[in-house]
């Protein structure tokens, strides 16, 4: 921000804890808005100076003294000052750090609430610093999700948002559209004289090449989905097939029932673990077989569900079983029904059965599939399991380094509607339409790209992205 550029109208002011709750060595409350010099004064005095005012102060300063309530001295604290408009808000900021007892962040708190603040609203704090043109609202949901990145793929995605990576790319897409946008307009504007000021073979060419900008970004959503979310992992397979023991030694605890009694798990149960810095959600699942009764009927009828929501499948079958090769042909009939997920079967309880290596071929060789053999009771093969699931998503971990990848179902879906718009102009062009008709297409796809970034600003979609925030972020 230049010295010409007028200053955002400060918000009234809000405080916030911005840092976990619960017993710490440190704990961080801050303040945004108009008056917060002000407030801060009345509550804190400075050591050695009582004359201080953070008024007078300059910014990227920090002072350590006290603060009183009625009753007398809440704690010694540090603050740390920030002017406008060099703050994360862009407005008059100030941080307080006092000692992490509840009890004394709590008074904290309510000295600044009974001296003129408010308490701020979940990610109020982001959404100032939206509003006042600090970060984008692309760079604002970054913020949210580094935040609560788990692993270091996710984490660096995360970071490169934040830095405008992706932003750069929509802002230089929008220009585009916007050129076009406005030679059209001007078309329409005289469209009595019948002026075409862009040529309709330059314009299709033009937008040909804006799809294929935005193809990989459309297609990169499927990688930065898995990232951002994990891979969702489903285990399924008949009852005593050892789902449960899979379960809880991926996990390393005993997070499920085991019981060689079938029909033990009635619902599905969910846990993450990571594995090649790339989360995995486990889902475990009832078993799948006929004739059960209305309470594991509804299970399976869930066992189903999940399966066709997985990415990757863990089909895990009793090796032991005389009758294990009649599987075979589940197999294969998961293998086209759920065609978007991988598959790999898992022969389970290899201890049991001499001829288990004979066996795991047979099944290798009639299904298609990967197939990793283990014995689950004792351990075995679980590291082998675990590579191959990360060889199903092989390169994900690398994909931090990536300079570009969507996370957001909210931005696939806008970058998937401008596309379709954009395709919408093309044909509209081959047909020899009307400028008007191809104007509106191109302000579609417009509106959509500003959708992602916050140039164009919906209510709604704002409310539902910063109410998802912390409410000290």
Do not use: W
């Amino acid at each position: 921000m230049t010295a010409s550029t007028p200053l955002p109208e400060p918000g009234e002011p809000i405080a916030a804890i911005a840092t976990p709750m619960g017993v710490g060595a440190l704990a961080v409350i801050r303040i945004s808005g108009c008056g917060v010099f002000a407030i801060a004064d009345r509550v804190f005095s400075k050591k050695n100076n009582p004359a201080f005012r953070f008024a007078e102060s300059n910014g990227y300063t920090a002072h350590f003294g006290t603060v009183h309530d009625r009753e007398g001295l809440v704690d010694e604290v540090l603050v740390l000052v920030f002017r406008s408009p060099h703050s994360f808000t862009m407005e008059d900021m100030v941080e307080f750090t006092c000692h992490g007892g509840p009890v004394v962040v709590k008074h904290l708190l309510q000295v600044l609430l009974d001296n003129g603040c408010r308490l701020a609203e979940a990610g109020e704090f982001t959404r100032r610093a939206f509003l006042n043109g600090r970060i984008d609202l692309l760079q604002a949901e970054a913020i949210g999700e580094m935040i609560h990145a788990r692993t270091e793929s996710a984490f660096r995605t995360a970071v490169t948002q934040m830095q405008g990576g992706l932003s750069g790319r929509l802002d230089t897409l929008r220009q585009q559209l916007l050129r076009s946008c406005a030679l059209l307009e001007l078309e329409l504007d005289f469209s009595e004289e019948e002026v075409e000021f862009l040529n309709r073979e330059q314009l299709e060419g033009e937008l040909t090449l804006l799809q294929e900008a935005v193809r990989p970004l459309i297609e990169s959503y499927r990688h930065g989905r898995l990232l951002k979310e994990g891979v969702a992992t489903v285990i399924a397979g008949l009852p005593n097939a050892g789902k449960s023991t899979l379960l809880n030694m991926l996990l390393g605890e005993e997070r499920s029932i085991v019981s060689h009694m079938p029909g033990t798990t009635r619902d599905y149960i969910e846990e993450c673990f990571i594995c090649n810095k790339t989360i995995f959600r486990l889902t475990d699942t009832a078993g799948l077989r006929e004739g059960a009764g209305e309470i594991e009927h509804e299970g399976i009828r869930r066992s189903y569900q999940k399966i066709a929501e997985a990415d990757l499948l863990l089909y895990l079958l009793d090796i032991s079983d005389e009758n294990f090769f009649a599987e075979a042909e589940v197999i294969r009939e998961f293998l086209e029904r759920y065609s978007n997920a991988r598959i790999i079967v898992v022969a389970n309880k290899i201890d049991l059965t001499p001829e288990s290596g004979e066996r795991v071929e047979r099944l290798r060789a009639t299904t298609g599939c990967e197939v990793c053999a283990i014995s689950a009771a004792r351990g075995q093969g679980i590291e082998e399991l675990k590579q191959l699931m990360g060889s199903m998503v092989e390169g994900l971990d690398k994909l931090q380094e990536a300079s570009v990848l969507v996370t957001s179902l909210r931005h696939y879906e806008a970058l998937r509607n401008a596309s379709d718009a954009l395709e919408n102009a093309r044909l509209l062009i081959e047909q020899r339409e009307g400028t008007e008709l191809i104007a509106f297409e191109l302000r579609s796809a417009l509106d959509y790209v500003g959708e992602i970034t916050g140039k164009v600003v919906n209510e709604e979609i704002l409310n539902t992205i910063f109410e998802q925030f912390c409410i000290g972020k």
